[in-house]
């Protein structure tokens, strides 16, 4: 089955500046990778997807690029606010599948 | 109008009670998941229903027992509860694994 390795599992900045979460996948049928951003105490939620037919998608501040040849997806967050401080989560999945794989999850804290 | 319900929000109980977790979602989802999220945040798949069908089936104790009785409802029962069943778990929905989840806001159980 799919393997999905994500990194870092916390990351701390300061508020304003970027930050990048990295996830990998071991499947090559593996065509949909979602993110998604838990706070703390709530539900997961969907911030942003990409599909395998491109090579980056932007939205606001946030921004996620696949590289399918090596295998690997990014999550990008410029001008981070405190209030983007949660766990972030990246996932793959195949359309022929039945389930996501989640990775691990990252810790964000932004400092003000 | 939520789009995921699940109830209770917060279940705490002794270890060797039976309980139930309620989801209920009213998106028109085809197919709908229980994930088990433990301290360490990681969001590890239980069940997943295909209209009605049970389609996913991961190694989890048999006491834990998923009910569909229509697609917009997966139930989950737990017999002899374990100090090792605490945590929080979340149902989820979506239209196909190549579509994003709507997670239900999740259930806290607590075996004491």
């Known amino acids: 089955g799919e393997n999905v390795e994500q990194h870092p599992s916390t990351l701390s900045v300061q508020e304003g500046d970027s930050a990048v979460i990295k996830c990998t996948y071991s499947d090559s049928a593996s065509n949909y990778f979602p993110w998604y951003k838990q706070e703390l105490g709530k539900r997961p939620q969907l911030i942003i997807d990409?599909?395998?037919?491109?090579g980056e998608k932007k939205d606001q501040r946030i921004a996620v690029t696949l590289n399918k040849t090596a295998k690997h997806f990014s999550l990008h967050i410029t001008e981070t606010q405190p209030e983007d401080s949660a766990v972030y989560f990246c996932?793959?999945?195949?359309?022929?599948?039945?389930?996501?794989?989640f990775g691990t999850g990252t810790s964000l804290t932004v400092i003000p | 109008d939520t789009a995921v319900s699940q109830t209770p929000k917060y279940l705490v109980t002794q270890m060797g009670n039976d309980k139930s977790i309620k989801c209920e979602q009213n998106?028109?989802?085809?197919?709908m998941y229980w994930y088990k999220q433990d301290s360490k945040k990681f969001l590890k798949i239980m069940f997943s229903y295909n209209n009605k069908e049970l389609i996913i089936n991961e190694t989890v104790p048999n006491r834990f027992s998923p009910k569909s009785p229509d697609k917009a409802h997966l139930n989950l029962h737990i017999n002899s509860l374990e100090l090792g069943d605490s945590a929080v778990y979340f149902c989820?929905?979506?239209?196909?694994?190549?579509?994003?989840?709507?997670f239900g806001s999740g259930t806290r159980l607590t075996v004491v």
């Open positions: 989820a929905s979506s239209q196909a694994s190549w579509d994003g989840y709507t």
């Open positions: 998106l028109g989802h085809d197919t």
């Open positions: 990409i599909r395998s037919n491109v």
């Open positions: 996932a793959a999945s195949i359309n022929t599948g039945n389930q996501f794989y």
